[in-house]
């Protein structure tokens, strides 16, 4: 069984940035591609970018594509995902996500998720 604890959501303008953490407990970490995905208020979940157990291999959706990066640190069990020139659009409540074997975009191939954290984007 794998936890994670997703944190750094808040309120920021649009244009600002912030940078989400995932920190996972219970099995080892670098075992695991880590994804992270989204949810808007009337909307279905969306794939936001993934990356592969040792940081090698990243995707992102088009609509994130050179605005987020995600990272991750094995050593410190965290995934990361930062996010530059956030945009209305964006406000959603965000989730990790981890799955054994290589990334995916598709959430129900991941086994593990957290509970999630709001982002929240003023125009």
């Known amino acids: 069984q794998v936890q994670l604890v997703e944190s750094g959501g808040g309120l920021v303008q649009a244009g600002g940035s912030l940078r989400l953490s995932c920190a996972a407990s219970?099995?080892?970490?670098?075992?695991?591609?880590m994804g992270w995905f989204r949810q808007a208020p009337g909307k279905e979940r969306e794939f936001v970018s993934t990356?592969?157990?040792?940081?090698?291999?990243?995707v992102y959706a088009d609509s994130v594509k050179g605005r987020f990066a995600i990272s991750r640190d094995n050593a410190k069990n965290t995934v990361y995902l930062q996010m530059n020139r956030l945009k209305p659009e964006d406000t959603a409540v965000y989730y990790c996500?981890?799955?054994?074997?290589?990334?995916?975009?598709?959430?129900?191939?991941?086994?593990?998720w957290g509970q999630g954290t709001q982002v929240t984007v003023s125009s």
């Open positions: 219970g099995h080892t970490f670098s075992n695991y591609a």
């Open positions: 996500a981890a799955r054994s074997g290589p990334g995916a975009e598709v959430g129900r191939d991941y086994h593990y």
């Open positions: 990356i592969s157990w040792n940081g090698a291999t990243t």
